[in-house]
């Protein structure tokens, strides 16, 4: 122990939130130094990563959707859980290379954030992947207990703090008090099933087939989960389903954020059923304190007034809510010698 915090100053360790839509990289004392897509571009058929193993994050997320016969865009996590192993690995072992480079002979120590309710054989999967894209050490921290210290709530006092992470696979909802959650929900409905459900919409009322990258364009211009300002429209372009020709059409935000009702009110579902399970003096704090957003999914418009008025408390947004779990994953860097023991690691047999 005493050898590994001593070659922890020599080494470039990093807290990695491994997203199902981005990957961030934080080093210690540097702050985030990566942000970029999980998506990976391989030959078709097999696992190898085109480019020499450099066709990965925002160079791979240019193609998906657009790739020819011969080669596949494939974003190796699926509601913030590996789907493609091999490909996950690549993945880390890109970004780990990306950020380590030629500064020390060591291999680092990693932090991963993980959603909280992912099971044992998930947990050894990231664990495996770490230690073989070229970790020294790998550690496990759940979601929204870094996504709470990110966000600079007082977890580590005798006093409830909430956070709803909205990501891009999950939604983890969490009540923390002396360093630990207390009460904890995770679903696997989050930013990818509000693009979902905005090309569900364009089909049913469209018949027009619109790929996820114009999905997201969308939710981010216009989506709202409750009025917020002006109204506004939008050209959508896309494949006719019809006559499968190329067109084009106007959508407003209001019917957007119709198509966004049913994801948007699994999360607000999700967060009451949380607040329920909370104990009588934690519900007592949050009353004082409130709930705080973070994710990139916290991002659409009125979604603090959503939750707000499903809860009757104050809702607001984290500072940067879209590194909030990365930074968190930094001060956990900073303190793993006092927090070693509240996390798992490679060293714990799940």
Same mark, same amino acid.
């Given at each position: 122990m005493l050898f590994d915090s001593i070659l922890g100053h020599f080494s470039t360790d990093m807290g990695i939130d491994l997203g199902t839509c981005n990957t961030l990289v934080c080093v210690r004392g540097e702050g985030i130094v990566l942000n970029e897509p999980s998506v990976v571009a391989v030959k078709r058929g097999t696992n190898q990563v085109l480019d020499n193993g450099n066709a990965v994050?925002?160079?791979?997320?240019q193609m998906l959707g657009k790739t020819p016969g011969s080669i596949t865009a494939i974003r190796p996590l699926k509601d913030g859980v590996i789907a493609d192993f091999d490909i996950t690995e690549a993945m880390l072992s890109y970004f780990i290379r990306k950020v380590h480079g030629r500064r020390s002979f060591l291999k680092p120590r990693v932090v991963i954030a993980i959603p909280s309710g992912i099971t044992a054989v998930e947990k050894r999967a990231v664990l495996n992947s770490a230690e073989r894209?070229?970790? =020294?050490?790998?550690?496990?921290? #759940?979601?929204?207990? $870094? &996504?709470?210290?990110?966000?600079?709530?007082?977890?580590?006092?005798?006093?409830?703090?909430?956070?709803?992470?909205?990501?891009g696979?999950?939604?983890?909802?969490?009540i923390l008090t002396l360093a630990d959650i207390s009460v904890c929900e995770s679903i696997r409905v989050a930013?990818?099933?509000?693009?979902?459900?905005?090309?569900?919409?364009?089909?049913?009322?469209y018949n027009l087939m619109i790929g996820e990258q114009t999905a997201e364009r969308v939710k981010i211009e216009i989506g709202s989960a409750y009025p917020v300002g002006e109204e506004q429209t939008m050209e959508v372009r896309g494949r006719d389903m019809i006559s499968g020709l190329p067109r084009k059409t106007i959508v407003s935000s209001e019917e957007i954020r119709e198509a966004l009702k049913e994801p948007v009110g699994q999360i607000?579902?999700?967060?009451? =059923?949380?607040?329920?399970?909370? #104990?009588?003096?934690? $519900? &007592?704090?949050?009353?004082?304190?409130?709930?705080?957003?973070?994710?990139g999914g916290a991002l659409l418009r009125g979604m603090n007034r959503v939750l707000a008025n499903a809860t009757g408390l104050d809702c607001r947004l984290a500072d940067d809510p879209l590194t909030c779990v990365a930074r968190g994953t930094a001060v956990y860097l900073e303190n793993i010698d006092d927090w070693r023991d509240t996390m798992e690691s490679d060293e714990d047999e799940l």
């Open positions: 994050g925002l160079v791979a997320k894209a070229g970790a =020294r050490r790998c550690y496990l921290v #759940e979601e929204p207990k $870094a &996504a709470a210290i990110g966000a600079l709530l007082p977890i580590t006092e005798p006093t409830g703090s909430m956070i709803v992470d909205i990501g696979g999950t939604t983890e909802v969490a930013g990818d099933d509000m693009d979902e459900a905005i090309i569900n919409h364009m089909k049913r009322t607000v579902e999700t967060v009451t =059923r949380t607040l329920e399970k909370a #104990e009588p003096e934690l $519900a &007592a704090d949050l009353v004082d304190h409130g709930i705080v957003l973070a994710g």
